[in-house]
């Protein structure tokens, strides 16, 4: 910092650096060089520019490289008219360094908040047509990969209306994929893969799965899961790449294992209702937990993947399935045998559907 | 008035200090985190305010006068026009996948890859063009007024050319693009002019390009040698294998070593090369940091962020443009009566595209 007040200027209209004095008159100043005298200009066009070593750099509004830098001591007239030195910018700057950063958690915090919450509210406002069109551009024919027969076609329509009070807006669907997995999409869409039900060894096995299945459209899981993404892509936007998507994919793991359980939950109901027992459910849910232990690469283990990504087998999950049997309650079978029977052949009967995905899915 | 750049001892001088950056960057950290990324715009304004003020070109200092808002709203337009439209097209494609319209979601995914590709150039153009016309120096700033979009054709064309002959003509393409984004760019009212020429580069590319065949090649004859003086075949047994496998060890290492120290090299007389070719009026630029500068340079960054657990990483600004300062040199003079401030027009928003694509600086 120089002893003494020094006051340079550009006029932006060229290179030349002026040395000059400050004539302050009322709201307005001069600059004055030996021979020439620039302005007036007025205080409140003065902007804070930058700081340049020891000097404090002000510029002029509407001036392009209109520039008055001042080092040492300002002389006090000069300084109470001039704005204020800009440290932060604007908002850390008025509310000063750590008042600021408290502040920005707050609302960051209460923003990732309405972000995971509003979802659970908003996805039952968004009409049904929307949550059809979508599924239907999704879905479509599924490429020609859904099963069919006659009786296959009876037994799964059964099945699905035990289980559901409105099976008309539902669109159950086998498709012909050898992986064990299923899938609730927008729409009321949900599709059994045949390695589910070929893998199933009773009609009580798959009603668990499907009733699992039906809980997610009935709690309108996919449209809330659509939602939330949107929402943490916008405010996690800020959040450079790899940080930000790992952040992403923790939340949206966290709340699909409520989603689980949620469905889990609509599925025990759903059974109940039926009069099925869930302990073919819980069985299955044993069997594919062991088949995951064993972890080989031979192709059925391949398919398991599927399921077990999206729906992490625990044992809670299996125990809570147990605890829901009742004691001495007369369950009958999902399905009888010869249903059961054209439901587990109907992607074998129907030799149109096409099989595969036709790519490598993984 | 004439300045008489060559009689001092370097155009370009940089008196920052880590100490003082610190104080910059450890607030900017604190608040980006609290802000959930959103206040990195601002950071960022901060860090190139401070290291420009810093930064004197021959007598006075520079200035960044770049807003961290204006970088805000190009993230936010980046977003809006480009982010927004590519997650929803990838959902369309992953949609046509599962439907198994395979051709369609490939063709979909091709123009989308084009268009980024197209962007990218763009973007390259626009960063250099932002920065340029928030440089002030004596309150004149630079610019260009062309907006960039045939930059971005020739991007992509030119790209494409050094990639087809194996690779063989991105030198050609690199200084070819280099001097066409500074043709395009000014300061003051003087045009850049951009001389560069590619074929100087050619050897140092061909000894990055031929690395990977060299150290295969070498391992190959090194090892016949070694198997011939070992004489007999039976005196090989364990010895022979242990020196083979010595030596696959050494050819890999030596790609891993050697393979980025030959890009080094390739991108120091890159770098050389292409300021060397740069004038501005009878200002003549140069870059005089050489392979072995660069090495070091880059040695000391991996360490420096290896040494502090990650947390270094806010110093590469400061490093980045601490080693660009002190490497550049200007040669010529500058009349400051005739450096009159620049015409062009200021594009209200920042390098939001490049932030997007996430390239560096320069
Ligand atoms: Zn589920």
Known sequence: ?362 | MNDDVSQRHSAFRFHGSWQEFARIAFPNLLLTIVTLGIYRFWATTREREYLWSKTDFIDERLEWTGKGMELFIGFIMVFLLIGLPFIVIQLISQGLIFRGETIIAAVVTLMMFLLLFYLTGVAYFRALRYRLSRTYWRGIRGGSDDPGFQYGLAYMWKSVVGWLPIFLLVPWSMISLWNDRWNAMSFGPHRFSATAEWKPLMKRYLLFYLVPFLVFVGGIVFGISMAASGGAPNALGSTGIAIGAILAIIAVLSLYIVLPLAALAFYSKYFRLAVGGLRLQNLEFDFRARAPDWILFFLANMAIIVCTLGIGYIFMPYRNWKFFIDHMEAYGEINVDELTQSETVVAKHGEGLLDAFDVGAI
């Open chain 1, 1 to 362: 910092m120089s002893a003494f007040f020094d006051a340079w200027h550009y006029d932006g209209k060229s290179a030349v650096r002026r040395k000059v004095e400050v004539q302050i008159i009322g709201p307005q100043f001069f600059l004055l060089e030996t021979e020439r005298r620039h302005g007036p200009f007025a205080f409140s066009d003065i902007e804070y520019v930058t700081h340049k070593d020891d000097a404090d750099v002000y510029g002029l509004k509407e001036m392009d490289g209109w520039r008055l830098m001042l080092s040492g001591p300002v002389p006090t007239d000069l300084n109470a008219m001039l704005p204020a030195r800009r440290n932060y910018g604007g908002w850390v700057d008025r509310l000063g360094f750590g008042k600021a950063a408290v502040a920005f958690t707050l609302v960051s915090a209460a923003a990732v908040a309405v972000v995971l919450l509003s979802p659970q509210w908003l996805a039952p406002l968004i009409p049904d047509s929307i949550d059809e069109k979508l599924g239907d551009a999704l879905v479509g024919d599924f490429g020609g990969r859904f099963c069919s027969t006659p009786a296959g076609d009876a037994a799964l329509k059964k099945l699905v209306a035990s289980l559901d009070a409105n099976p008309a807006d539902l669109q159950v669907e086998v498709a012909k994929i050898d992986m064990i997995n299923a899938v609730a999409l927008p729409g009321g869409n949900v599709i059994l893969f045949d390695g589910l039900v070929k893998q199933a060894r009773s009609p009580d096995e798959v009603a668990g799965v499907l009733a699992h299945e039906i809980g997610h459209v009935r709690e309108k899981h996919v449209m809330q899961a659509l939602l939330r993404q949107m929402g943490l892509a916008v405010v996690l936007g800020g959040i450079d790449g790899n940080s930000g998507a790992l952040v992403n994919n923790m939340l949206a793991m966290s709340y699909s294992r409520e989603s689980e359980a949620e469905a889990d939950a609509h599925s025990m109901k759903a059974l109940g209702g039926a009069n099925i027992s869930p302990i073919g459910t819980a069985s299955f849910f044993d069997r594919l937990s062991e088949m995951d232990g064993s972890a080989g690469s031979s192709k059925s283990e391949t398919g398991i993947t599927g399921y077990m990504s999206s729906h992490p087998l625990s044992r809670s999950r299996k125990e809570a399935f147990e605890k829901s049997i009742v004691k001495g309650k007369n369950y009958k079978p999902a399905l009888t045998q010869a249903e059961w029977t054209e439901l587990k052949t109907m992607c074998t009967q129907d030799r149109k559907a096409k099989s595969g995905f036709g790519f490598d899915f993984n």
